[in-house]
């Protein structure tokens, strides 16, 4: 995710810098509440959350906990990881529903912070988890919002209530109240009541909304708010705050170059808890809100849970059974590996899932230079294999290599090295499977992912000293990632292996759980 590029890079390299030191003194502690002070405030945080943030990091830093750590580097990185996910909320929080549904959900916030793609979003989120959702298209201002609401309820495969012509045109508030009505009517479970926005905060739109507000008497009232709407964040809450109130919010357009100030401002300026989050144009593009998954990716820990539920989308249950004792009776075979990079690629934004691996920001440069063609490339190689190489990949000699290459239009090179991420992949599925941790920060065996130079380098000098079939009997390593906090392939410490829950999350996404 690209919000908080620079604020998450900056902190991941203040954190670093005392990975080299055994004890921290004083000044250590102050110069890295120094820098990660100056890294808020260049992201826009607001000053007030700025200042408690640091004074509670610092006392800590300073304090027992740290002292009498094994490794105190890592005891501050996991107080600043407690901060960040303490001023993002804590807990995360789920939609309040009604005792008596219909539940009314009222959407709120300045115009263009992408309310109407939200409530499409939104719908369809619902809708996966077989509620029977209603649109309303509260929103006149705007002469296309109607038909933009008609769209997106479509593509989310919901209805959408909006007014008949004479009937009630430019009364927001009517068109809100027959919404909910023709809910109850029709038993639908969830409304969304899309709402106006004004370019900026005006007393009109605010009294509109609060009339909406009055009028449906929702259950939940979500701020939308742009993430890289920056110092602004602050005036434009308060607003909406006291104009409209609100029960929760949205932060939109994570996937920007927003600096993330708003994201870490709105809960301590407001109280209310972020419920969802919209990263990106399509649908698919949103998830709900977890303050520790969202910690975990600013400073680059990863966030194996929300790539869990991505892969969980896409993944056909009898399959991932199947697929689950192949694995562990050692018969994970080319044909599933094909199988589960077109699973994969059915989950969606393929870069954005590498984005949240732990140490991912340190493979930056390898991630977006990630090309989806490459998984083509692959499947080609797949497909130019017999039905029994693709079983017993042992037999892949240099001759049937060569055959393969021509076959898919590619180098022997390109098949040696599919070979050995396939190897790879199989090693570490076998140790997931088995309840071990696999090494994910350094994750060379994606399907697809290329290797970098320097691997590619080592690769082939393994392969001059070599026959063919002992070159994929020990796949060479991928390269460590660089400059994360924790730039080691295989990390220590709790942060660097999978929590219990991760595990347990991994497990059952292999159908084992
Ligand atoms: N990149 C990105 N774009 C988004 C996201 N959410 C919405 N957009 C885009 O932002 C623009 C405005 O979104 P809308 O949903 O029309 O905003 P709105 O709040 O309904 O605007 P009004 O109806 O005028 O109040 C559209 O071009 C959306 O495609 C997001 O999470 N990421």
Redesign the pocket.
């Known amino acids: 995710m690209a919000a908080f590029g620079s604020l998450s890079t900056r902190l991941t390299e203040t954190l670093a810098k005392l990975r080299t030191k055994g004890k921290l003194s004083a000044s250590d502690v102050d110069g890295t509440v120094r820098e990660i002070r100056r890294a808020l405030l260049d992201a826009d945080v607001a000053l007030e959350v700025v200042k408690s943030f640091t004074a509670a990091v610092r006392e800590r830093a300073l304090g027992a906990e740290v002292s009498e750590a094994l490794n105190p580097a890592q005891q501050v990185v996991k107080i600043v990881n407690d901060e960040l996910v303490g001023i993002l909320g804590g807990e995360s929080r789920q939609l309040q529903l009604a005792k008596q549904p219909p539940t009314v959900i009222m959407l709120a ?1 300045l ?8 409530a499409g979003k939104l719908a369809k989120h619902l809708r996966g988890k077989g509620h029977q959702p209603l649109l309303v298209a509260s ?1 006149l201002q ?1 002469p296309n ?1 109607v038909t ?1 609401l008609q769209v997106v309820g479509g593509q989310a495969g919901v209805q959408v209530y909006a007014p008949e012509p004479g009937n009630g045109i430019g009364d927001p508030v009517k068109v809100a109240r027959d919404g909910v009505a023709e809910a109850k009517r029709r038993q639908y479970d969830i409304v969304i009541v ?1 709402t ?2 004004r370019l900026g905060v005006d007393a009109d739109m605010m009294q509109q909304a609060a009339d909406i507000r009055r009028a449906v008497q929702p259950d939940e009232v979500l701020f ?1 708010i742009d993430a890289m709407i920056g110092q602004d964040a602050v005036a434009t809450a308060r607003a909406f705050q006291e104009g409209v109130d609100f029960t929760g919010v949205v932060l ?5 170059d927003a600096r993330g100030g708003a994201a870490l401002s709105i809960r301590g300026l407001t109280g209310k808890p972020i419920m969802f989050a ?4 399509t649908l698919d ?1 949103f998830e709900p809100f977890h303050p520790d998954r969202m910690a975990s990716r600013i400073l680059d820990l990863g966030d194996i849970l929300t790539l869990i539920e991505q892969a969980q989308k896409a993944f056909d249950e009898d399959e991932a059974h199947r697929l689950a004792e192949a694995i562990a009776t050692d018969g994970f075979t080319l044909e599933d590996f094909l199988k589960q990079m077109q699973q994969l690629r059915k989950a969606g934004n393929f870069k954005q899932m590498l984005g949240m691996l732990p140490g991912a920001k340190g493979m930056r440069e390898a991630i977006d230079s990630f090309d989806e063609r490459e998984l083509v490339r692959t499947e080609a190689i797949i497909q130019s294999m017999t039905p029994q190489e693709r079983k017993q990949s042992k037999i892949l000699n240099g001759s049937r290599r060569v055959r393969i290459a021509r076959g898919a239009g590619v180098t022997v090179t390109d098949v040696n090295q599919l070979m050995a991420r396939f190897e790879q992949a199989a090693k570490m599925m076998k140790t997931v499977a088995k309840g071990g941790v696999p090494q994910m920060p350094g994750m060379g065996p994606m399907p697809g992912m290329r290797q970098s130079k320097k691997v590619q380098k080592q690769g082939k000098q393994q392969r001059r000293s070599g026959n063919p079939a002992k070159r994929t009997a020990e796949p060479v390593q991928p390269a460590a990632p660089q400059g994360s906090a924790f730039g080691k392939p295989k990390a220590e410490g709790a942060f660097g292996e999978l929590s219990e829950t991760d595990q347990a999350a991994l497990q059952r996404m292999l159908g084992n759980g």
């Open positions: 916030g115009q263009g912070a992408g309310k109407t793609t939200l929103d705007r919002a933009q899309d106006a926005g939308v939109t357009k994570l996937d920007g919209s990263t990106g144009e593009d």
